[in-house]
T-cell receptor, first 112, second 114 residues
Framework: GESVGLHLPTLSVQEGDNSIINCAYS??????FIWYKQESGKGPQFIID?????DKRQGQRVTVLLNKTVKHLSLQIAATQPGDSAVYFC???????????FGTGTRLTIIP | KAGVTQTPRYLIKTRGQQVTLSCSPI?????VSWYQQTPGQGLQFLFE???????NKGNFPGRFSGRQFSNSRSEMNVSTLELGDSALYLC?????????????FGQGTRLTVV
């Protein structure tokens, strides 16, 4: 069936460095992609989203890149901080956001 | 503005019992979705309600059901609980009005089936 997966289950980055989290998706019909951050004991928190008619979108310290040719999504976090330590999920769906398919998650650890 | 509220936060049930979880969306949000999160399967979509109607459904057995009330509050029910139903159940709400579809998640209900 259709699925969304992450290349790396864990990632450790030195504080202040940039981090990149990758995600592969298989449903070419998906037209909406989102990155969520989940801290221990909390629900997922929206970080940034992108529609399929775009290939890049920037937020505050975060950038999402979408490569539809190879069905690849990435999240770049600039100047990482200890508070960025969390599990990051990519999700795909229709723009209505009614039914999201989540990746398995990547645990990002920021080393002080 | 209050966020998405889920009750209870923690629940322990015995195999074979049934359970009802509650979700109060952000005021004004009409869409409510439910997800199951487990270490092995990750986040999986259960169903989505909009204006008291189930609009989308995931691949879960009929033991999992839900409903939405006129004030957009939603409940989900799991009958004949199995050990494998132990999970964090997350609810998300969104405005779902064209350009604004960002989903906000609650903190979840941690269900343990023993």
């Amino acid at each position: 069936g259709e699925s969304v997966g992450l290349h790396l289950p864990t990632l450790s980055v030195q504080e202040g460095d940039n981090s990149i989290i990758n995600c592969a998706y298989s449903n070419s019909a998906s037209d909406y992609f989102i990155w969520y951050k989940q801290e221990s004991g909390k629900g997922p928190q929206f970080i940034i989203d992108i529609r399929s008619n775009m290939d890049k979108r920037q937020g505050q310290r975060v950038t999402v890149l979408l490569n539809k040719t190879v069905k690849h999504l990435s999240l770049q976090i600039a100047a990482t901080q200890p508070g960025d330590s969390a599990v990051y999920f990519c999700a795909e769906g229709g723009f209505g956001n009614e039914k999201l398919t989540f990746g398995t998650g990547t645990r990002l650890t920021i080393i002080p | 503005k209050a966020g998405v509220t889920q009750t209870p936060r923690y629940l322990i049930k015995t195999r074979g019992q049934q359970v009802t979880l509650s979700c109060s969306p952000i005021s004004g949000h009409r869409s409510v979705s439910w997800y199951q999160q487990t270490p092995g399967q990750g986040l999986q979509f259960l169903f989505e309600y909009f204006s008291e109607t189930q609009r989308n459904k995931g691949n879960f057995p009929g033991r999992f059901s839900g409903r939405q009330f006129s004030n957009s509050r939603s409940e989900m029910n799991v009958s004949t609980l199995e050990l494998g139903d132990s999970a964090l159940y997350l609810c998300a709400s969104s405005l779902d009005t064209g350009d604004n579809t960002e989903a906000f998640f609650g903190q979840g209900t941690r269900l343990t089936v023993v």
